[in-house]
């Protein structure tokens, strides 16, 4: 290959090759000079590369940097970025994948507490970064027509995530992010449900009742009150739903979950 | 107004001390790709910052010297990100970072060719008329280069700045760190760039790995750079000068007053050029 006449499109496939360690011919278009051969100079950029995407990792997963250990880290850095070259503008995005990468990936996969805590990092993530909005006080809630109350419907805060997790993920979690020693890996009974959200530029987490879970996936999919109430009649006695369930808007309210009131009739259906 | 006088480039860590400690800080760079993000802790400091200081956009992905298409959906979203907050100028770097759809995260050098120069051109236009603005260009730190080479990076540069109708973000650190690495007189660099199109200087610590030197962002300048620097106000006059620090960040006083060196130094050349 005549390199001097390489049109500038191949060189770059070609480099890009190289960097991400596919096969490639790109050294014969460098310059071997001191202080440096052609191949230490290319190293550079190869070595660059996975070290920046690695440590790009580490910002966005310093938890399960900690619990793998600098060795076992490492290696499962450079594993990924082998089998996830980045496609985002911004390196903020790079790892999306690790959690699923985590639970596929065999010489990891006797731990899958791993992969719940990666995803638990990557959400946090996501919380503190979505998109704002102004939360609507409790007093909000309050103003509203008890005549008005069957109809309600709720927009939340766009930093609101759900998670499962059947290990005791968010102990581990948190021990570690307070340089505590963590609990031993267990698994939970049944898996548990956890909320996720940003108030006032902080983000929170904190496990759900059955009760509380039934609710706000009713709510989120924009089933007003009156259907919330049905929705939980198969986990509560019927004459303590409308007050289990407004205390349940209540704390949303509280918490800055709640964005905006609406109206979606029926008014009440049953 | 015009920007003037010294900045630093804006870390997560200095947030607080900057917007509650007094210092002599004129400017502030922020890094683009950083407050590319939905909402939250990121754009609200950012918000609060800009109310107190003048600020520019530095990029790291823009890949003027990329084959790939031009990424419109990121120029639209610099474009919001800088009605938000009004930079001076929107800068980005001299280089391409990724090809078919990927990013490298890094400042790839491009072989200083008749080829490319067309491309990075074409492409600048492209983009300060996607942003409405003239932008400026920075120069990278390099560890190699080609053999297709059919000109110097400074006849490069000078000539993308004059075809393209766009400015110079000149970085001292990075011309010198390219200078021993590659072997040329980092003061025919400085002396070939087209004086009023300069309108930064960029300010950096490397690290010497022994016969070469990597860009690394990590230490206090190191007097070499300072020299080049020193030619440089010679060269260029007072221009509006940061120091970048990405990684082992100090406390900001440290950086503040690694500033004021080049404060002083600005001025003791003022003084001798009246």
């Known amino acids: 290959m005549n390199t001097l006449r390489v049109p500038l499109r191949e060189l770059q496939l070609d480099m890009q090759r190289h960097l991400l360690g596919e096969k490639s011919d790109v050294s014969a278009a460098i310059v071997d000079a001191p202080p440096l051969p052609a191949a230490d100079r290319l190293a550079i950029y190869r070595n660059a590369y996975q070290v920046r995407l690695i440590d790009a990792l580490h910002e966005t997963y310093p938890v399960l940097h900690g619990l793998l250990g600098d060795e076992a880290w490492v290696q499962l850095g450079y594993a990924y970025v082998a089998a996830h070259p980045s496609v985002f503008r911004s390196i903020r995005w790079y790892g999306r994948e690790l959690a699923d990468f985590l639970a596929a990936c065999s010489s990891f996969d006797e731990a899958p507490i791993l992969s719940e805590v990666a995803l638990l990092e990557w959400t946090l993530a996501e919380v503190f970064d979505a998109t704002d909005a102004p939360s609507l006080p409790r007093s909000a809630l309050a103003a509203v027509e008890p005549s008005a109350w069957g109809s309600l419907t709720l927009e939340f805060h766009p930093s609101l995530r759900r998670l499962a997790f059947s290990w005791n993920t968010a102990a581990v979690w948190k021990a570690m992010s307070q340089d505590e020693t963590p609990p031993r890996p267990e698994m939970a009974p049944a898996p548990v449900r956890w909320l996720l959200w940003r108030q006032n530029l902080q983000n929170y987490f904190r496990s759900m009742s059955a009760v509380e879970e039934a609710a706000l996936d009713s709510a989120l999919r924009g089933r007003n009150f009156a259907q919330l109430c049905e929705d939980l009649g198969a986990l509560l006695p019927q004459e303590e739903i409308p007050a289990a369930a407004a205390s349940l808007l209540g704390t949303w309210a509280d918490g800055g979950m709640i964005v905006k009131v609406g109206s979606s009739g029926p008014e009440v259906s049953q | ?274």
């Not at chain 2, 950096?204 to 020193?230: E, K, R």
Request: negative net charge.
């Open chain 2, 1 to 274: 107004m015009k920007l003037s006088g010294f900045g630093l480039g804006l870390r997560t860590p200095h947030y607080e001390a900057i917007l509650n400690e007094p210092h002599a800080i004129d400017w502030l760079e922020v890094i683009t790709e950083n407050y590319l993000v939905p909402g939250g802790k990121p754009l609200a400091f950012l918000d609060r910052i800009r109310e107190r200081f003048p600020l520019v956009m530095h990029g790291v992905s823009l890949s003027i010297g990329s084959t790939d298409p031009i990424d419109f959906e990121y120029l639209r979203a610099v474009r919001g990100l800088a009605a938000r907050i009004e930079p001076h100028w929107i800068s980005d770097h001299l280089c391409w970072t990724g090809v078919a759809g990927r990013n490298l995260h890094d400042l790839l050098p491009l072989p200083y060719t008749e080829e490319a120069l067309a491309t990075v051109v074409a492409r600048v236009s492209q983009v300060q008329d996607a942003l409405g603005r003239q932008i400026l260009l920075e120069n990278v730190s390099s560890y190699l280069s080609f053999h297709a080479d059919e000109m110097s990076e400074w006849e490069f540069l000078r000539e993308v700045a004059s075809r393209a109708d766009c400015n110079i973000l000149l970085d001292i650190n990075n011309i010198y760190v390219s200078s021993v690495n590659h072997g040329f007189d980092p003061l025919k660099y400085l002396q070939a760039m087209p004086k009023a199109r300069v309108h930064q200087f960029h300010l950096a610590g490397h690290s010497n790995m022994g016969g070469h030197l990597i860009d690394t962002h990590d230490h206090p300048i190191a007097q070499p750079v300072w020299d080049l620097y020193s030619h440089a106000l010679t060269t260029f006059g007072e221009v509006p000068t940061m120091i970048e620090r990405d990684d082992n960040i100090p406390e900001l006083g440290e950086l503040v007053a690694e500033l004021n060196v080049a404060r002083d130094l600005a001025a003791r050349h003022s003084r001798q050029a009246a």
